[in-house]
């Protein structure tokens, strides 16, 4: 028979999973379509500076100091801080978002040891938590050492593909594989400062109601994660402060508060 604190476990992982779906499906949408208008508009420069190359019948040697290659260079970079400055604003919006709709959607019992007088997060707590650096590294830093290794990985690419002399079209396939590389790691950022976002709203949620403990639920797709069965610990309730999620990149569990 299935007890009130299983009625309750259920009904708030499904709330955390549901709200994740819906917005990572926006957020992955609005990122690809940045992804690739940014891809376009290389492969039209890289395309443009290969034909000139042609053109003068430049040793491939004498690349490295040819201008229209300097230029390429140049406007890759200034792409990349614009590509950067997209995803930061993608990811402060929507989180801020998730977060605001996490805190209304989770449900408690009628019966919660404090009943606060507003049902919804202020905007200084919604903005404190999407500034607070959770992990190593906040989001915004990482985003920027992602976009200075795109960058090395495109520059690499497409010299290789010039001293080796390949085709125009290989070219072109070069640089769409390593926007892609840049794209998965900005996929991975979303998921994973999603899924804490998401997390963050229901604990404060819990705390904001009276409960100081909680238990973590592994994700089904997550049962032979030994990082996040060793977290969980058996479901053994802890103090909700001390509860970090996720424990992983692509982790899916959640935290429900102890319900007597
Ligand atoms: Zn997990």
């Not at 260079?73 to 801080?81: D, E, P």
């Not at 009276?210 to 089904?220: M, N, R, S």
Request: hydrophobic share 35%; proline share 3%; with cysteine.
């Amino acid at each position: 028979m299935a007890t009130n604190k299983d009625y309750w476990k259920k009904r708030i992982d499904e709330t955390a999973q549901r709200r994740f779906d819906l917005t990572y499906e926006v957020m992955q949408s609005e990122t690809r379509k940045i992804y690739d208008r940014i891809t376009r508009e290389i492969i039209k420069e890289v395309e443009a500076m290969y034909y000139k190359l042609l053109d003068e019948e430049l040793s491939r040697t004498e690349i490295w100091t040819y201008k229209h290659y300097k230029d390429l260079l140049n406007s890759i970079n200034m792409k990349m801080v614009k590509l950067g400055l997209k995803e930061i604003n993608i990811l402060n919006y929507n989180l801020e978002e998730a977060l605001r709709e996490i805190y209304v959607e989770t449900p408690l019992p009628q019966h919660t040891p404090i009943k606060p007088s507003f049902a919804v997060l202020d905007d200084v707590a919604v903005q404190q938590i999407i500034a607070r650096s959770w992990s190593e590294k906040h989001f915004i830093s990482t985003e920027w050492d992602n976009k200075k290794e795109l960058v090395r990985i495109l520059k690499k690419g497409i010299e290789d593909c010039i001293v080796k002399g390949q085709s125009k079209d290989k070219l072109v396939k070069v640089v769409m594989e390593k926007m892609q590389v840049g794209f998965n790691r900005a996929d991975m950022v979303v998921r994973t400062e999603l899924m804490h976002t998401i997390n963050e709203g229901q604990r404060q949620k819990y705390m904001n109601h009276g409960y100081d403990k909680g238990i973590i639920l592994v994700a089904h797709d997550e049962r032979l994660c030994e990082k996040c069965v060793k977290y969980a610990d058996n479901e053994k309730p802890r103090p909700l402060d001390e509860i970090v999620l996720p424990t992983h990149p692509r982790c899916r569990c959640t935290c429900i508060p102890v319900i007597e």
